[in-house]
């Protein structure tokens, strides 16, 4: 008998493992930049890491402040749960705040979205408003999950690379020396595209969209009546007067847009994950329903906190102490001190109008690297690899922003993070200084 339920089990088990376990809707989006290079830097023992896009300062004081306060207010109960789809003073203050940026009489209730962070206002929208067979404009480069977010939906990314300008010899480049080609843009969309998705200010290229290209969109959008995807989350940190522009801003955009936004970006805490997503209440109230049934809440502390700075902010909007304005400065700084640190290495960094991140080209830098294991690994991704395991210096590489057809032709740039305190920047020179690798 023993016997025959052995036997019994071990076939059970097999036509179980006939079975596909996992979901076809992940298939092919199981490599990740971040997992691959974030081991690699725990394994090597890092010291200098410009590479994952967080401050390794501290956010505001008065934002701290308030978290702690929050945990201790209200006999306590900012530690429980709130209204699911966000805090109500959260919401209101942001209603208050973002109203005349769009140009929308925001309501707190209908318009917005509080989520995890940028990422899951992301994933809301692409569960809620991608079907199967949509297709979904992406343009290069773009942030990774874009793609694998798109897949998961049932839809299609359609990719379409920015381009750079014809420059004059010795000109530095900048961010916004990158552009789409109207013609080419036109093209992609089709009777099946559902949306399109834009990064202002740019991961990793910090490119800020000029107004002009922003009402080229805008006009394809409402022609062809497709969505916009608008992730801002970098929209505070803007360099050398350059200036964000809302597409959901813009003459029949709203109606159009889903624009994302980042309270770690916003006050330099990426650790809390609050984000939000605005929009028209019959595109907003499809998220709803993912948020319900997935996360169905955030963190209330957090929340409360981030609503508090926001109302000091509105108070001192603009003005001089405001952070807004003080943190675009410093980081403008130390964007300049690396691409002058960059630049004496024999790298050409590509200035950034804004975000938190520059890209720097690497072809004239002399590095005898290894035969390759993976003959299709891109030479940024080699390049990288070596740096970590040679120099204890971490980046990140710019074809992971690229779609599989187009990494071939960005595989010689890197990408850095200079949101960091000055001492870690001053290492990163270090290290640099020290290597030389242009000789």
């Not at 509080?114 to 199967?132: K, N, P, R, S």
């Not at 067979?133 to 999950?145: K, N």
């Amino acid at each position: 008998l023993t016997g025959s339920i052995s036997a019994a089990a071990f076939f059970i088990a097999e036509a179980a493992m006939s079975k596909q376990i996992h979901a076809r809707r992940i298939e092919g989006i199981d490599k990740n930049v971040w997992v691959e290079f974030t081991q690699l830097v725990v394994e090597h023992k890092v010291n200098v890491n410009l590479g994952q896009g967080f401050p390794d300062f501290s956010p505001p004081e008065f934002t701290k402040e308030y978290f702690k306060d929050a945990i201790f207010e209200s006999g306590g109960m900012l530690n429980q749960y709130t209204r699911a789809f966000g805090h109500p003073l959260l919401v209101k203050v942001l209603a208050q705040f973002f109203s005349k940026l769009f140009g929308q009489d925001l309501d707190a209730n209908s318009n917005i979205l509080v989520t995890v962070g940028a990422y899951q206002a992301l994933f809301c929208t692409f569960q809620a408003l991608i079907d199967e067979g949509d297709e979904v404009i992406v343009i290069e480069p773009f942030f990774d999950c874009y793609e694998p977010m798109v897949k998961m939906a049932g839809g299609t990314p359609v990719f379409i690379p920015l381009r750079l300008k014809s420059l004059k010899e010795g000109v530095p480049l900048s961010s916004g020396d990158w552009m789409l080609d109207p013609e080419e843009l036109a093209a992609k969309f089709t009777a099946k595209t559902k949306a399109i998705v834009i990064n202002s200010p740019n991961n990793p290229l910090g490119k800020v969209y000029k107004k002009q290209e922003l009402e080229m969109i805008a006009e394809l959008c409402i022609k062809n009546n497709v969505l916009c995807f608008s992730d801002e989350v970098y929209e505070w940190l803007v360099y050398d007067g350059t200036e964000h522009i809302r597409i959901a801003s813009l003459p029949g955009m709203w109606d159009h847009t889903i624009s994302i936004g980042s309270a770690g970006k916003t006050f330099s805490a990426t650790g809390w994950k609050v984000g939000w997503a605005f929009g028209p209440d019959h595109l907003l109230r499809h998220l709803r329903t993912v948020h319900q049934n997935s996360l169905y809440h955030c963190p209330t502390v957090a929340q409360e906190a981030v609503a508090r700075s926001f109302q000091k902010e509105f108070e001192r909007f603009r003005e001089p102490e405001s952070y807004f304005v003080q943190l675009p400065q410093q980081l403008s700084l130390k964007r300049d001190q690396l691409v002058k640190c960059l630049t004496a290495v024999g790298m050409k960094p590509i200035v950034p109008e804004g975000g938190y991140f520059l890209i720097a080209d690497i072809s004239g830098v002399k590095v005898d690297l290894p035969e390759p294991s993976d003959r299709d690994e891109p030479y940024d991704f080699r390049f990288v690899k070596w740096m970590i395991k040679n120099k204890g210096f971490a980046t990140i590489p710019v074809s992971a922003f690229y779609s599989s057809q187009n990494k071939k032709h960005f595989s010689h740039f890197i990408r850095f993070c200079f949101a960091k305190k000055d001492d870690t920047l001053i290492a990163a020179e270090k290290i640099l200084q020290s290597w030389n690798p242009t000789n």
